[in-house]
């Protein structure tokens, strides 16, 4: 049987605790009796088939929901969401997205330039401040949205599917630009993926939710030395081993 918490150090107080959460659309059931904890600074990969419940999860985590049963305990301050579109204002330049979030943050104005091209350095997109998002590459959206995302200060990310929508190539330049960010912030992160190989390029640790509805059936440790690349072979067998898991629960799920 997987374990239902993380291996959070003795004492810790996790950043995330799900306790019995199970969660009801009207008749269809979600979630089933998800235990899970989190600790802080993990990076949590979160993979199953589709409709297993994994974004109903981080709404849950992120509080824009509440379970039907159980309980979602978050001890971290200002988790923020970053889903796969970018969702810029597409009338406002990079830097005046990211002001935005400054601003509602309260940051002076006379603070909030300088800030905000700060943030946008930390993704390396200097030099593209007064771009608008269309003229900005997919790519280069999601990393104004990302600086944006940290312009709140997170102490938690959680991330739907962030880089699904975009090549391979690019994917794998932002995998790397996480990575960096997430090692030099100590944010806690979880992260939804349909790309199992992604999951173990990035994770601490990988969840595995069952079809419809969605339980935590394994737990992975990924103790594979970073930096990581998409294309090891350690990365590969292992996603591969958890691929054969995901083909089990899709194929139970299309038995019923």
Same mark, same amino acid.
Do not use: Y
């Given at each position: 049987?997987?374990?239902?918490? @993380?291996?959070?150090?003795? &004492?810790?107080?996790?950043?995330?605790?799900?306790?019995? #959460? @199970? %969660?009801? $659309?009207?008749?269809?059931?979600?979630?089933?009796?998800?235990?899970?904890?989190?600790?802080?600074? =993990? $990076?949590?990969?979160?993979?199953?088939? @589709?409709?297993? &419940? %994994? @974004?109903t999860l981080l709404n849950l985590v992120a509080g824009l929901d509440r379970p039907t049963a159980g309980s979602v305990t978050v001890t971290v301050e200002r988790p923020t969401l970053l889903f796969q579109e970018a969702a810029l204002f597409p009338w406002l330049t990079a830097r005046g997205n990211v002001e935005v979030a400054l601003k509602?943050? %309260?940051?002076?104005?006379?603070?909030?330039?300088? =800030?905000?091209?700060?943030?946008?350095a930390t993704v390396r997109l200097q030099g593209f401040e007064h771009r608008r998002p269309h003229e900005l590459s997919g790519g280069m959206r999601q990393r104004v949205a990302l600086a944006r995302a940290l312009a709140q200060q997170p102490q938690l990310l959680l991330m739907d599917e962030p880089f699904g929508a975009l090549d391979a190539m690019t994917r794998d330049v932002l995998h790397d630009e996480l990575e960096r960010l997430w090692q030099e912030t100590g944010l806690t992160v979880v992260f939804v993926t349909h790309n199992v190989r992604e999951a173990v390029r990035l994770g601490d640790r990988v969840a595995l939710l069952s079809s419809r509805p969605g339980?935590? #059936?394994?737990?992975?440790? #990924?103790?594979?030395?970073?930096?990581?690349?998409? =294309?090891?072979?350690?990365?590969?067998?292992?996603?591969?081993?958890l691929t054969d898991r995901l083909r089990e629960e899709v194929r139970r799920h299309g038995d019923r």
């Open positions: 049987m997987p374990s239902a918490s @993380s291996p959070t150090p003795a &004492g810790a107080e996790p950043a995330i605790s799900l306790r019995n #959460v @199970s %969660k009801w $659309f009207g008749p269809v059931q979600a979630l089933d009796d998800v235990g899970i904890d989190v600790a802080r600074g =993990e $990076f949590l990969c979160l993979i199953g088939a @589709s409709g297993c &419940g %994994k @974004s509602l943050r %309260k940051v002076p104005r006379r603070q909030r330039r300088a =800030e905000a091209e700060r943030l946008l339980r935590v #059936v394994q737990e992975q440790r #990924v103790d594979i030395a970073r930096p990581r690349r998409i =294309e090891s072979h350690d990365v590969a067998d292992l996603a591969a081993t």
